[in-house]
């Protein structure tokens, strides 16, 4: 599937990651990345986060998900922990950030997340974690806790080659502007999240 394509070492506010960008083809301007902490062992089972991609909440700080945070929180884990993101390139749940923001619109009109996206005739989450997977077997990586609340990133590694040794949990305390968010990834989509988290 995915093969290497450029690896360099970054400096970040969160500590020094080396950056390997993955795609199928060369020259690709969307390539997923892994994002693995400075002197992390990948013999060793590794901390490792799927993060999908979300320019609202990483990029512009929105306040409708928690996402930003959560890539900020899984960034400084690594950072002190050892382990590596899979940057997946899947905005919007993979509708693209074009259709995501329709979905925000049809939102400001009272559909939740899951209801805006099937009012556009799309799927409620279009991804598919078998990529990240795949890119874990070209760091041969063997063995990993994975840092999630979601039941289908866990699925995904359990079904493959790769040991999922453990979970941990990554929750960001809800706002009132994420709450809905936040309560309709509990209900529709079985995240484990704790209730009562709130800011
Ligand atoms: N379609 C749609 N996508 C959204 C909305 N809010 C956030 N997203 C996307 O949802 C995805 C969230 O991905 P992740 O951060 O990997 O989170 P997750 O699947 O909830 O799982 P964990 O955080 O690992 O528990 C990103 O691609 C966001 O762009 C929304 O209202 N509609
Ligand atoms: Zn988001």
């Not at 950056?19 to 997923?32: Q, R, T």
């Not at 840092?147 to 493959?160: D, G, I, Y």
């Not at 999922?164 to 009132?176: A, M, N, V, W």
Request: charged letters at 25%.
């Amino acid at each position: 599937m995915v093969t290497k394509q450029a690896e360099s070492l970054v400096p970040t506010e969160f500590g020094n990651f080396r950056i390997i960008a993955f795609s199928e083809v060369e020259n690709n301007w969307m390539p997923h990345m892994a994002i693995i902490a400075e002197n992390t062992d990948l013999s060793k089972p590794v901390n490792i986060r799927f993060h999908s991609e979300c320019i609202t909440g990483e990029v512009f700080h929105s306040k409708k998900c928690e996402c930003g945070q959560q890539l900020d929180y899984a960034m400084q884990y690594m950072n002190k922990n050892g382990g590596a993101i899979i940057y997946l390139r899947q905005e919007g749940r993979n509708i693209g950030i074009i259709n995501k923001l329709k979905a925000y619109a049809l939102q400001e009109q009272g559909f939740d997340t899951v209801e805006a996206n099937l009012k556009l005739g799309l799927p409620a989450d279009d991804r598919n974690f078998d990529v990240a997977v795949d890119i874990l077997r070209k760091l041969d990586i063997k063995e990993i806790n994975l840092l999630t609340n979601n039941p289908l990133k866990m699925e995904a590694v359990e079904k493959s080659d790769i040991i999922l040794r453990s979970r941990i949990p990554l929750q960001i305390p809800s706002t009132k502007e994420s709450k809905d968010y936040l309560d309709t990834k509990k209900s529709y989509f079985g995240h484990l999240l704790e209730d009562e988290i709130t800011e």
